[in-house]
Structure formats: structure tokens, C-alpha cells
């Protein structure tokens, strides 16, 4: 009995895989969707087939069998407008041609409707997957209502919290550590951090690196010298204000964000101080504003709005037939950007 074939010169179809790897449709559209029913060898035969015609599951027709919409959701709680806006541009750029929309959910993980209003979010829209950047990505009760609701997801957060197809890794702490030893190494002794807010992974695992650079050194990170901010300009103007007040103010500034980084250059303004002669300032994030401000500010680089695009193409992998898992990414590895606010202490 001769193999079934397909018409010629037509994309094949999911009618066409079943019939070739003598499978029922259910069947292919269990392999496609990554079901854990289906048996490893039917799996193998269904996938031979599809890869050898070149099958492609056509998203409308998915959506409508998986009664799920054409948006991919993107839940943030985070005060920086300039990180928000960066990380939506990098959604688009992924999912820009697919057919696919962006639909943005801010929200306050401090509110006691928090995670009823997350949920009506996911199951009223019926999202096709979402994108979690930090805090929420570090919120593990968000991710129970996902998988509950059995919505894709991929988290973005500065430590691993996750299998490998749903997490974007950013290592906070290798940046700020980059920070701490350009200040050390311009020969500054007298260093400040001013952390994000205790809710956020983020400030941790960048005050932890900056201790850790600044030990490299053989300096510490003195407590008087530290204060928490909330990833605001306002915050950092109200910490640095403090700090400069000093009876020995320090001689170099760390702030957790560039958001925080410009409110320590409206203090030291304040103050009567000149950056980088009396003080200098590292930010962290690199975004647009960094080099928008005079001086220009020395800042740790994360790609944001890479981080966004390798965030939805994992999120979108298997629909286009891949195993997000195995996606080539370059790795998130945060850099040092030595601009203009940073210089050797002052005599």
C-alpha cells in the first residue's frame, strides 16, 4: 500500500498532517499545543511530518479552537514610565506581523484587589499569554492564577525563578557590581547606595552586587551610607538630600535606578554641588534619559527593550512551532556606561 501524499504546491494543512501520521486532528493539535497526553512515539511520528511538510497551525484557527484571544498581556507594577514604555516596545517589536496585539495591565501589588483584579484581567480577556516584567514576574501568587487559568507566561526578573522557556534572566547583581568597582577604582571611599523599594527582587540583588564589588576593593558598604528609595525621581531627590547632609557626606552615589540617579543630581544642584567635581553618580538601566541630562550619567546598561522582545518570542515560540526552551538569545548581561557624572573624588 503506497504512502498517503498531499496535494502539491499547497501549504499543507492540519488535516493533511493527521491523515499522513494516521493520527487523528485532536491528536496534531495535542502535539502543536505541547499536551503531556499524547504518547512519546505518536509525538515523534506527529512531529517527523510536520517538520517534513513544513506545517505552520494557522493562529486564527488556534484561537478559535482554544477559545483564546490575539492579545498578549503585559501586567506591571512598576514607577518608572521610561522602563514601562521601553519594555512595551520590545513586545511590539516581537509580535509586530503576527497578528498578535499588545494589551497593558498596570496595577499595584500593594492593593488588597490586586490579585482579584489581575485574575479578572486574565480570564475575561482570555489572553494568548503573558509578559511579566519585575515586580510582578517575582510574584508567585500571579503566577498560581496563570497556571490556574492555564495562560503562558514569560517572567522577567533579575534571578532565575522558573523553567528555562518561561523566565528572561537580567543578573541585576552583575551590574551593580560593575558600578561599585568603577567607583572604587576612581579611588572613592565614601560611597552611598540608594536601594529600590524592599517589594522589588530587583533592589536586592543590586545591593547585594554592589557590596559585593565595593569588597572586591577591600571597602564595605557603611549602613549610614544607605538609604531606601522607590525607583522615583522623588525618592531620590528626598535620599540624597539626606545624605549630603552629612557631617561627612559621601563623595560617590549609587542609586538603584536612573530615575533615582537624576533626583540625586537635583539634590546635589540643590546643595551647591558640582557633578562630578564635588560628586559623582551612577545610575542603573541606561534609558534614554541617561544621556539626556547634563551632566550625561554614567549608568549600568540593561537592555530593556531587548529584554521585552526575548520575552514574547519565547511566549510566542511554540505557536510558531519551537521549543521556547531552545531559542538562541544572547544572554542578558548587564554593562557599565561611563559617561560624564563620575570622576576621581575631589581634593
Known amino acids: ?29 495535542r502535539v502543536i499545543n505541547n499536551s503531556p497526553f499524547v504518547k512519546e512515539d505518536t509525538r515523534k511520528r506527529v512531529e517527523a511530518v510536520i517538520a517534513e511538510h513544513g506545517y505552520s497551525p494557522d493562529p ?6 482554544f477559545r483564546r484571544s490575539f492579545l498578549v498581556g503585559m501586567i506591571y507594577d512598576n514607577p518608572s514610565p ?5 519594555m512595551q516596545q520590545g513586545v511590539l517589536d516581537a509580535v509586530r506581523g503576527s497578528g498578535l496585539e499588545l494589551l497593558v495591565h498596570p496595577c499595584n501589588r500593594g492593593s488588597e484587589t ?39 507566561y514569560v517572567r522577567i526578573a533579575s ?16 551590574g551593580a557590581a560593575r558600578a561599585a568597582r568603577h567607583l572604587a577604582e576612581l579611588g572613592h571611599r565614601r560611597i552611598a547606595f540608594i536601594s529600590g523599594p524592599d517589594s522589588f527582587r530587583s533592589s536586592h540583588e543590586r545591593g547585594r552586587g554592589f557590596a559585593e564589588g565595593l569588597a ?33 557626606r559621601p563623595t560617590a552615589i549609587f542609586a538603584g535606578n536612573d530615575e533615582m540617579a537624576i533626583g540625586v543630581m537635583k539634590a546635589a544642584r540643590d546643595a551647591g554641588l558640582k ?34 522582545r526575548m520575552a514574547a518570542e519565547k511566549l510566542t515560540a511554540r505557536s510558531r512551532g519551537l521549543d ?17 557624572s563620575t570622576a576621581a573624588p575631589g581634593r
Not at 534571578?159 to 552583575?174: F, G, I, Q, W
Request: a negative charge; glycine letters at 4%; aromatic letters at 6%.
Open 82 to 86: 521610561n522602563y514601562v514604555v521601553n
Open 324 to 340: 521556547p526552551a531552545t531559542l538562541i538569545q544572547p544572554e542578558v548581561d548587564p554593562s557599565l556606561v561611563v559617561r560624564d
Open 60 to 65: 486564527q484557527a488556534r484561537g478559535l479552537a
Open 1 to 29: 500500500m503506497s504512502e498517503p501524499k498531499r496535494p502539491s504546491g499547497k501549504p499543507a494543512t492540519i488535516n493533511d498532517i493527521a491523515r499522513l501520521a494516521e493520527v487523528s486532528k485532536k491528536t496534531v493539535s
Open 159 to 174: 534571578v532565575s525563578l522558573d523553567e528555562p522557556a518561561r523566565m528572561v534572566v537580567t543578573h541585576d547583581s552583575r
Open 275 to 308: 557633578v562630578p567635581e564635588d560628586l559623582s553618580i551612577v545610575g542603573f538601566d541606561d534609558l534614554p534619559m541617561a544621556s539626556r541630562v547634563w551632566p550625561n550619567l554614567t549608568t549600568v546598561r540593561l537592555p530593556i527593550r531587548d529584554m521585552g
Open 216 to 248: 572586591e576593593h577591600g571597602l564595605t558598604l557603611d549602613p549610614a551610607y544607605v538609604r531606601r528609595g522607590a525607583y522615583t525621581f522623588e525618592s531620590g531627590v528626598e535620599a540624597a538630600t539626606e545624605l549630603l547632609a552629612l557631617p561627612q
Open 114 to 152: 490586586f490579585l482579584n483584579e489581575v485574575r479578572a484581567f486574565i480570564v475575561r480577556q482570555k489572553l494568548f499569554g503573558v509578559v511579566m516584567p519585575p515586580s510582578v514576574s517575582e510574584d508567585d501568587r500571579v503566577v498560581a492564577i496563570l497556571r490556574e487559568a492555564d495562560c503562558p
